[in-house]
């Protein structure tokens, strides 16, 4: 029989599987010819003759090799977010778009053939993409980024890829299937095209994990001239290769008496997407694994988590000794329900649940108690209607714990953002730390304690920069992605978000400027209703204020086809912009809608022949009017920025927001000092211009400050100590009970 390297995967050093069969390999011998001659015994049982005539199969020591074997890989099923895209040609020369995507991995003995990305196309693009193997620099997993090029794919083209995500295999030839080493860090890269076309519109999307991580390695990206590692999220990849040799790791786990077998157990190997569980003996076996040094780590609910490192890179079978795991001890978790005018909440339903669910009922002083809980991570809920909980619900249970929590009423939903007297105004922002503009609830979390924490202020509204396009729904306004938590536990109180009338694809929706197939005509004639009532019933259900805006920044240069207003690059004119608007505030109003603020955002100046009054929705249309501008150049005034928009806003008697500003590190000869002069500068104007009800920083990787490590591109002690001490004021207002 033909063995086909296509047809076949390593099962283990000694195990093959063919056409869905099993065969034993008995002897191994190479010949000149590159033909390899296997006698084997079918499980069927059958005896025949295999040959494979890839002349890069060679016989080893303690195994055979055998082609496109995985060596390293994290799997499609972790999906749950497009990760990239690569935007422009490598390498990458502007910050807001990548040229290449890495993720690090573990190498094992073996010769690389291969690597596998989970891939779509987006719009057109065209260009030939590489796979690149790198040695490692940064911590594993902390900050990994691609160092050295080692060897690098033969090419495929990007046009040619699937709109739907599918993998893709890269084939490493001739002398570029180089040798890894056992136990050592590497990283595997897509590598973006040198000429072609890319852009917003026409790009390579690449699938990742941002939700449940647990590959050992990170994800980095190539933007503005350099590697920037991604802690927060993982690439799915594969890389394939000649193993030397395979390993087989057998084992038993033990109750504390070390003789009683503990069945149920979780085996796994940290950073691995392989486990499995223990038999009714205790015992178990992680099998057909590449030969390199694993850590272990055994689980049971109630129990001691223990690790174990084992090297297989010998190759072979490997026994663990007996692993013994030993029942945690059991803690009480209390404490006190009150109201935020400070009486006892009783009879409050409180419940803790993680891998154990435990309920009680508050006592007349407020006193809930948890006498006997297995040490855990535990969410915290109160039920109790027509209130919400403040604070984090997480709790961490390894000792006796108390966990106050404080009741206070819901706001009746419906009403306006109230606008603040003269000389107050509100303070918000937009949080991510790490490089990436749409946070879920988690991250966004952690990211407003950083930024509060060095700023000194908590805020009155927060926004999730991510973006949703026609036809998309409202994303983090649903699970598992809603922010609503964090509303609830009192981190702000209004929510910022942005609807574009444009489908993601554009330009392609237009096929004139200005022609009736441009999608904000579209959005006026009727033809998108449906999805706008979708809207519109994920904002009611929200239960929250929103501040929405559409198509921000409609006036400045932000379109793909620049110079020029984007709006006209996606086949409208500030008619067709008004009118979309428009459908989209009357729709809403229709469907009973009123926890929604709509906010018209402009660009601090126009491009093009347009101007702010142009795509003015007008009065009726229209509850705050807001205005975006930066500090782009170490000279940049902001009073000068916003002096015309300001002049132009004021008559509208409408309330002004700043709804971006921000310093930018990326242009890194701008001084900490000049930043520090641009925060001061726009604090000062702000406060002679009391017709500006919020200001809301952009605090993301692009144009974040802090002043906590040193070791950070974005360390500006001086920039966060003029924010700090600006906000300080009382006049900027913090979300209050």
């Known amino acids: 029989m033909l063995f086909n390297r296509n047809a076949a995967t390593l099962i283990s050093h000694d195990l093959i599987r063919f056409d869905g069969r099993k065969f034993m390999v008995i002897s191994v011998h190479m010949y000149p010819v590159t033909a390899i001659l296997i006698l084997v015994l079918s499980l069927s049982p059958i005896v025949g003759l295999a040959v494979d005539l890839n002349p890069a199969v060679i016989q080893s020591s303690g195994g055979i090799i055998l082609p496109n074997s995985i060596i390293e890989s994290y799997r499609e099923d972790k999906y749950d977010r497009v990760l990239g895209p690569i935007a422009t040609l490598h390498p990458s020369t502007i910050w807001s778009a990548d040229s290449a995507e890495s993720q690090s991995f573990i190498g094992t003995a073996s010769n690389i053939t291969g690597a596998g990305f989970y891939l779509r196309k987006y ?51 001739g002398d570029e299937q180089v040798t890894l080493e056992a136990n050592i860090p590497y990283c595997i890269g897509l590598e973006g095209p040198t000429s072609g076309s890319l852009d917003d519109a026409n790009n390579i999307q690449i699938g990742g994990d941002g939700s ?4 050992g390695g990170n994800w980095a990206r190539y933007r503005y001239n350099q590697w920037r590692d991604m802690s927060d999220f993982d690439m799915i990849f594969y890389v394939y290769g000649y193993v030397f040799s395979m390993s087989t790791i057998h084992g038993r786990v033990v109750h504390s008496d070390g003789s009683t077998p503990f069945s149920g157990a979780n085996v796994e190997l940290v950073g691995y997407s392989t486990r499995t569980i223990t038999e009714s003996d205790g015992t178990y076996s992680l099998i057909y694994l590449p030969s390199r040094s694993y850590t272990l780590r055994y689980e049971a609910n109630g129990y001691q988590t223990v690790e174990q490192t084992i090297d297989t890179s010998a190759g072979g079978d490997f026994y663990v000794d007996d692993v013994l795991l030993t029942a945690t001890s059991r803690v009480r978790v209390y404490g006190y329900v009150t109201y935020v005018n400070g009486s006892a909440a009783s009879d409050i339903t409180v419940s803790i649940t993680g891998d154990n669910t435990y309920l009680n009922t508050t006592a007349i002083d407020g006193l809930y108690e948890f006498q006997s809980v297995i040490q855990g991570d535990y969410q915290l809920q109160i039920s109790v209607s027509g209130y919400r909980q403040l604070g984090v619900r997480t709790v961490q249970v390894y000792s006796d714990t108390r966990k106050d929590v404080t009741l206070v009423a819901r706001a009746p939903v419906g009403g306006k953002i109230p606008i603040p007297n003269d000389g107050q105004c509100y303070h918000a922002a937009f949080c991510s730390w790490g490089d990436t503009a749409a946070p879920l609830p988690e991250p966004g979390r952690r990211d407003i304690d950083r930024f ?41 109180e209004v929510f910022i978000f942005s609807l574009n009338p444009y489908l993601r694809d554009y330009p392609s929706d237009s096929d004139t400027i200005n022609g009736p197939t441009a999608t904000e005509w579209k959005i006026a004639n009727g033809t998108y209703d449906a999805w706008i009532n979708t809207l519109a019933q994920q904002c009611k259900d929200f239960e929250c204020t929103i501040m929405l805006k559409i198509g921000a920044e409609m006036n400045g240069n932000q379109g793909p086809n620049g110079p020029g207003s984007w709006i006209a690059d996606f086949g409208a004119t500030p008619t067709a912009f008004i009118a979309a608007w428009r459908r989209i505030v009357d729709v809403f109003a229709a469907a009973g809608v009123t926890n929604v603020d709509w906010c018209i955002s402009y ?7 347009y101007d702010f009054e142009d795509y003015y929705p007008g009065d009726d249309y229209v509850d705050w009017i807001g205005v975006d501008y930066y500090q782009i150049s170490a000279s940049d005034d902001p009073s000068a920025q916003v002096t015309a928009f300001y002049n132009w806003a004021v008559p509208k008697n409408k309330p002004l927001a700043v709804t971006e500003w921000g310093t930018n590190w990326y242009n890194k000869n701008i001084p900490d000092a000049d930043r520090a002069r641009y925060i001061n500068d726009f604090f000062d104007d702000i406060e002679t211009r009391p017709e500006f009800k919020m200001i809301r920083y952009h605090w993301n990787s692009w144009w974040r400050f802090q002043d906590d490590d040193p070791s950070d591109y974005g360390y500006m002690p001086l920039a966060s100590a003029a924010y700090r001490d600006k906000i300080a004021d009382e006049r900027y207002l913090a979300y209050s009970y």
Do not use: C
Request: glycine share 8%; hydrophobic share 40%; net charge negative.
């Open 603 to 609: 660009n601090f100046e126009s491009v093009g022949i």
């Open 212 to 215: 449940s991580l647990s590959h």
């Open 452 to 492: 509060v924490s060095i700023v000194g202020k908590s805020l009155y509204a927060a926004e999730n920069a991510g973006t949703v396009d026609v036809g998309e729904d409202f994303w983090p306004m649903r699970e598992p992605n809603s922010w609503k938590p964090l509303l609830d536990e009192g981190y702000f």
């Open 123 to 173: 719009g057109a693009p065209s260009g030939l993409l590489h796979a690149v193997l790198y040695s490692h620099s940064g911590v594993f997993g902390s900050n990994s980024t691609p160092n050295a090029e080692l060897a690098r794919s033969d090419p495929v083209e990007s046009s040619t890829l699937s709109s739907q995500f599918s993998l893709v295999i890269f084939a490493f030839s």
